[in-house]
């Protein structure tokens, strides 16, 4: 067997970079078409901040990481740390960039202050944790994402999480199927995205 789940480690920083862009959704890669500022919203943080809470796919022949699972142990908590250690970050690198758009703003805005419904507040305390799960295409379909599924759920276990849920974009198909697979049920949707959740008992 040539491929492990390692804990994530702050040098598997590039690798991450270029695997969540290669997998991103084709819509948000249009918005945000720069690979270092696409990661900034969706995995930077957790190679930075929450590595202890994060896995990788790692090719022990090609000495490579091909997937993660990024975690977080309280979504409350850890938007808010977002808002406060990242979103200075990404204004800037769009400045830089020159990316003005009314649909880049909008989306962005939306990214790092998500709604503070009483429906969101609600099921968050219901499935506290959230993940994101991304794998090379290459690597896809032999079951590398049930494993990383099955590690976090453990590790969420340990640290007593309740539940767990993930976003996902509505035309991801696969991704959906693959979700409902793993006993995830849709808890919430919003403009954007599919809310898949699942409760956790010890």
Same mark, same amino acid.
């Given at each position: 067997?040539? $491929?492990?789940?390692?804990?994530?480690?702050?040098?598997?920083?590039? +690798?991450? $970079?270029?695997?969540?862009?290669?997998? /991103?959704?084709?819509?948000?890669?249009?918005?945000?078409?720069?690979?270092?500022?696409?990661?900034?919203?969706?995995?930077?943080?957790?190679?930075?901040?929450?590595?202890?809470?994060?896995?990788?796919?790692?090719?022990?022949?090609?000495?490579?990481?091909? /997937?993660?699972?990024?975690?977080?142990?309280?979504?409350?908590?850890?938007?808010?740390?977002?808002?406060?250690?990242? +979103?200075?970050?990404?204004?800037?690198?769009?400045?830089?960039?020159? $990316?003005?758009?009314? @649909?880049?703003?909008?989306? +962005?805005?939306?990214?790092?202050?998500?709604?503070?419904?009483?429906?969101?507040? @609600?099921?968050?305390?219901?499935?506290?944790?959230?993940?994101?799960?991304?794998?090379?295409?290459?690597?896809?379909?032999? &079951?590398?994402?049930?494993?990383?599924?099955?590690?976090?759920?453990?590790?969420?276990?340990? #640290?007593?999480?309740?539940?767990?849920?993930?976003?996902?974009?509505?035309?991801?198909?696969? /991704?959906?199927?693959?979700?409902?697979?793993? /006993?995830?049920?849709?808890?919430?949707?919003?403009?954007?995205?599919?809310?898949? &959740? #699942?409760?956790?008992?010890?």
């Amino acid at each position: 067997m040539t $491929i492990v789940i390692q804990k994530l480690e702050r040098k598997n920083e590039d +690798a991450l $970079i270029d695997i969540c862009f290669i997998t /991103g959704d084709k819509f948000l890669k249009k918005t945000f078409p720069n690979p270092y500022l696409f990661s900034l919203f969706w995995c930077l943080y957790y190679v930075r901040y929450e590595t202890n809470n994060c896995f990788v796919v790692f090719d022990l022949k090609t000495k490579k990481v091909v /997937g993660y699972i990024l975690s977080t142990l309280n979504t409350e908590i850890q938007e808010e740390d977002f808002k406060e250690k990242m +979103a200075p970050i990404i204004k800037q690198k769009m400045k830089e960039l020159h $990316i003005r758009s009314l @649909r880049s703003r909008l989306v +962005a805005l939306f990214v790092m202050n998500k709604p503070k419904t009483k429906k969101r507040k @609600r099921f968050l305390n219901e499935y506290p944790g959230h993940l994101h799960i991304d794998i090379l295409p290459d690597y896809q379909r032999q &079951g590398f994402g049930h494993r990383l599924m099955n590690t976090l759920e453990s590790h969420f276990k340990e #640290k007593c999480v309740t539940g767990y849920h993930l976003e996902v974009s509505s035309n991801n198909k696969l /991704g959906i199927s693959f979700y409902r697979k793993y /006993g995830l049920e849709l808890i919430s949707k919003n403009r954007f995205s599919l809310i898949f &959740g #699942k409760k956790l008992t010890k």
